[in-house]
């Protein structure tokens, strides 16, 4: 199974369109804009494989170009887009998809706009969107309102939606499910994954599939699908008026991809579940402070899915980790006020908790 896709044989720099483009729905001819997405780190977790007694890898999404899973699927829809000849691409986001989405336009030549929910995306992801040269426009509402006007004018003006109900963003998400195949020699037995507006479950669901039947891996993953309490429409069964979340990124109460989420999750015999914001952010913490990867609120809604529901003995486990976390430096509560003392050796030994000989 190591020889599945064109993986190996593509530079990573030429990114993840390329590398899978025969397993890919996009046709020979088209040109692909890429900024070098794809092919990050499978890393095991060892701590945490210790804590849960099962065998857990983290697949780092934010080691993408601009810093979450986001660009690989807009890696193929930009090139589809601009072969189509699309001009403005536009999208409602909860952030990091205006981040791609700018910087992906950028690279394509092509303009970009974002319609995001006033005060509810992260200073990087803001900050992203207008260095990239998006036009941005902040709405007095949540996301799922920002999606709705954003999909009316997709029908009335001449823009491209790039949000996640274009399939050509869930066809390009399919890549990270091959990659953790590839590297990992077949699929694992258990996906631990965020939910927002579930695109990314349903594009792994459609990976992971299109390789058992391609005879590259010799199983599906259960699934499970990880919400904030605070907005778990697919837990509770239902939209949510109001979403509330630190995880900003899946500040979600109506999901577009709810319906193949739903079947997704029931086909591999997996589950939604909803966890706590304060479980969310001790995730987001340990896993920073004991594996090394510093991850967005939204990602480690994963590890805290995990870590709440454990696995089988001895599984192995994958949990998607979407977005860095230098996106949200506010997110990161309780570093408390910082020494500051004098630059003198004594004051400083002192100040570190070092004794001096
Ligand atoms: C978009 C996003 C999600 C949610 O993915 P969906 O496809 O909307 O379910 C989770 N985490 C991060 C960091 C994201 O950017």
Same mark, same amino acid.
Request: charged letters at 20%.
């Given at each position: 199974?190591?020889?599945?896709?064109?993986?190996?044989? !593509?530079?990573?720099?030429?990114?993840?369109?390329?590398?899978?483009?025969?397993?890919?729905?996009?046709?020979?001819?088209?040109?692909?804009?890429?900024?070098?997405?794809?092919?990050?780190?499978?890393?095991?977790?060892?701590?945490?494989?210790?804590?849960?007694?099962?065998?857990?890898?983290?697949?780092?999404?934010?080691?993408?170009?601009?810093?979450?899973?986001?660009?690989?699927?807009?890696?193929?829809?930009?090139?589809?887009?601009?072969?189509?000849?699309?001009?403005?691409?536009?999208?409602?986001?909860?952030?990091?998809?205006?981040?791609?989405?700018?910087?992906?336009?950028?690279?394509?030549?092509?303009?970009?706009?974002?319609?995001?929910?006033?005060?509810?995306?992260?200073?990087?992801?803001?900050?992203?969107?207008?260095?990239?040269?998006?036009?941005?426009?902040?709405?007095?509402?949540?996301?799922?309102?920002?999606?709705?006007?954003?999909?009316?004018?997709?029908?009335?003006?001449?823009?491209?939606?790039?949000?996640?109900?274009?399939?050509?963003?869930?066809?390009?998400?399919?890549?990270?499910?091959?990659?953790?195949?590839?590297?990992?020699?077949?699929?694992?037995?258990?996906?631990?994954?965020?939910?927002?507006?579930?695109?990314?479950?349903?594009?792994?669901?459609?990976?992971?599939?299109?390789?058992?039947?391609?005879?590259?891996?010799?199983?599906?993953?259960?699934?499970?699908?990880?919400?904030?309490?605070?907005?778990?429409?697919?837990?509770?069964?239902?939209?949510?008026?109001?979403?509330? !979340?630190?995880?900003?990124?899946?500040?979600?109460?109506?999901?577009?991809?709810?319906?193949?989420?739903?079947?997704?999750?029931?086909?591999?015999?997996?589950?939604?579940?909803?966890?706590?914001?304060?479980?969310?952010?001790?995730?987001?913490?340990?896993?920073?402070?004991?594996?090394?990867?510093?991850?967005?609120?939204?990602?480690?809604?994963?590890?805290?899915?995990?870590?709440?529901?454990?696995?089988?003995?001895?599984?192995?486990?994958?949990?998607?980790?979407?977005?860095?976390?230098?996106?949200?430096?506010?997110?990161?509560?309780?570093?408390?006020?910082?020494?500051?003392?004098?630059?003198?050796?004594?004051?400083?030994?002192?100040?570190?908790?070092?004794?001096?000989?």
């Amino acid at each position: 199974m190591s020889t599945a896709g064109a993986g190996r044989a !593509t530079p990573r720099s030429a990114g993840s369109v390329a590398a899978y483009r025969s397993l890919l729905a996009i046709d020979p001819e088209v040109p692909v804009v890429t900024l070098g997405e794809g092919g990050t780190p499978l890393l095991h977790a060892k701590r945490l494989s210790a804590r849960v007694g099962a065998e857990v890898w983290l697949k780092v999404e934010g080691a993408n170009p601009t810093g979450s899973f986001k660009d690989r699927g807009m890696a193929l829809a930009v090139s589809k887009a601009r072969a189509r000849g699309a001009g403005v691409l536009l999208c409602a986001s909860t952030g990091n998809t205006s981040a791609s989405a700018a910087a992906y336009a950028a690279a394509a030549g092509l303009r970009s706009a974002v319609v995001i929910p006033e005060g509810h995306v992260a200073r990087g992801k803001l900050a992203q969107a207008v260095v990239h040269g998006a036009r941005v426009v902040q709405v007095r509402a949540n996301f799922d309102a920002a999606l709705a006007v954003v999909r009316a004018l997709g029908e009335r003006a001449a823009v491209t939606v790039v949000n996640s109900v274009n399939p050509d963003r869930l066809e390009g998400q399919k890549t990270a499910a091959f990659e953790v195949v590839d590297e990992l020699g077949d699929a694992p037995d258990l996906l631990c994954i965020p939910v927002g507006n579930a695109g990314n479950i349903t594009a792994y669901w459609r990976g992971f599939r299109q390789y058992r039947e391609a005879g590259r891996a010799s199983l599906v993953p259960r699934l499970l699908g990880v919400q904030a309490v605070g907005a778990a429409p697919l837990v509770g069964g239902g939209p949510v008026p109001s979403p509330e !979340t630190v995880a900003t990124a899946i500040r979600i109460g109506d999901p577009a991809s709810a319906g193949p989420a739903r079947d997704a999750v029931g086909a591999s015999g997996g589950r939604f579940v909803a966890v706590t914001d304060s479980a969310i952010l001790a995730a987001q913490r340990e896993l920073a402070s004991t594996e090394g990867v510093f991850c967005e609120p939204a990602s480690a809604a994963s590890v805290a899915g995990l870590l709440a529901y454990p696995p089988a003995a001895g599984s192995r486990v994958v949990c998607v980790l979407t977005g860095h976390g230098l996106k949200d430096p506010d997110a990161v509560a309780g570093e408390g006020p910082l020494p500051v003392v004098a630059a003198d050796l004594g004051a400083v030994a002192e100040a570190m908790g070092v004794e001096l000989d």
